[in-house]
Every structure is written in structure tokens, then in C-alpha cells.
């Protein structure tokens, strides 16, 4: 279908036409996956018309910045919230955390503080980072003081979503959702910490 632009459906008799245009992603190096016998070659050379290169989100400060206020301006006004600035250690934060799990990891990250943070000043705890990360940029922390900062703002985003969703875990609103999170998984968390959901639930 790639190559020929058309396809037959089952127990079709004649050919469909199509006409589309395929934008494929990797983090692989493709060439050296096809060299090792890991991916198809004949695949690779029908994807590999238009290849472009994105460095990093590391090595793109301008993106970097513009990412962090497009997703605590997305985030705030999702769950109500009005940030008036972002806290400027925050912003060297950004610039100096070397981000291994790139968009994804700066996305969830937003989406987490904007959770926890009060209305005005939007800021990120580094304790939100990569453990390996703050291991060694943040010496004088002890692991048990990370377990403890960790289940504390962990709780306390599991009692923003319970606050939000009045005690409801599984239903389409509900917390579990909320923290895009399985429902299991979510109940889990709320035992290991001792939340009590019924404070959240309508009177």
C-alpha cells in the first residue's frame, strides 16, 4: 500500500486508490537497526524519503522555555488554575536539567505541578526530576529525605484529584483519570498512604 498507493478490500474485486501521506518517529538509529538485521530494509527505504533530524530537548533552550509556558498556560486553564509567573528557579531548573526523557518527561512534569501549585506562581520541585539527576545534582539530600518529599507530594496530588472528582476513583471524571493513572493502580497508592476518600465525598 505504501509503495502502490492503492489496496483491495476483503472480498473486493477491484482496487481502491489512495492518496496519503505517512510521518513516521523514531529514537532508533535506523540505519544501523537495518545493518544489525533488527528492522526491515525494504521498510526503511519506503519511509526514508523526507528524513528529518530534531536534536535533543537538551540542546533547544529557545523550545525549551516556549514548551514550559505553553504547557503551564494549557494545564492551568484545564484545571481552573491562573498563573500570573513562573518562579524563576524554575526556569533555571529547566535550563539546567538534562531532560533523557525529553517532551514527555517536561510534560508530565508541568502537569504535575500545576496540580500542587498554588494560584499565581507557577513553580516545579526538583524532587520531581529524575532521581539519577538529583542523585547528583543535589548531594546534600539523603534518600530517605527524597522518599519522604516524594510520598508527600505524591499525596498531595492524589488529594487534589480526590478534591476534584469528590472521592471518585473510577468513573470517567474521576481521580484516576484525572492523573491519567489505572484505577487499580490508583487505589493501590491511596492504601500504601493512607488517604481516606470518604473526606472528599459530598456530605
Do not use: C
Request: glycine share 4%.
Amino acid at each position: 500500500m505504501l509503495q502502490e498507493r492503492e489496496f483491495e478490500r476483503v472480498g473486493g474485486t477491484q482496487p481502491v486508490k489512495i492518496d496519503f501521506r505517512v510521518l513516521a518517529a523514531t529514537n532508533r538509529d535506523l540505519e544501523a537497526a537495518v545493518a544489525n538485521g533488527t528492522f526491515r530494509p525494504d521498510l526503511y527505504y519506503r519511509l526514508n524519503v523526507f528524513p528529518i533530524q530534531i536534536p535533543p530537548l537538551r540542546e533547544r533552550q529557545d523550545d525549551l522555555l516556549m514548551l514550559l509556558e505553553y504547557f503551564v498556560q494549557r494545564f492551568a486553564q484545564k484545571m481552573g488554575k491562573h498563573f500570573k509567573k513562573i518562579d524563576k528557579r524554575t526556569v533555571e531548573l529547566f535550563r539546567s536539567y538534562p531532560w533523557p526523557g525529553n517532551i514527555r518527561e517536561l510534560q508530565n512534569v508541568v502537569e504535575r505541578s500545576v496540580i500542587v501549585s498554588p494560584d499565581g506562581v507557577f513553580s516545579v520541585d526538583a524532587a520531581w526530576l529524575s532521581k539519577d539527576y538529583r542523585r547528583v545534582s543535589l548531594p546534600q539530600q539523603t534518600e530517605s529525605a527524597d522518599a519522604n518529599q516524594d510520598a508527600s507530594r505524591e499525596r498531595q496530588i492524589i488529594e487534589d484529584a480526590l478534591a476534584g472528582s469528590r472521592g471518585r476513583v473510577a468513573s470517567p471524571n474521576g481521580a484516576a483519570a484525572r492523573l491519567r493513572v489505572s484505577p487499580s493502580t490508583l487505589e493501590y497508592r491511596i492504601k500504601k498512604l493512607r488517604i481516606r476518600k470518604s473526606h472528599f465525598k459530598l456530605s
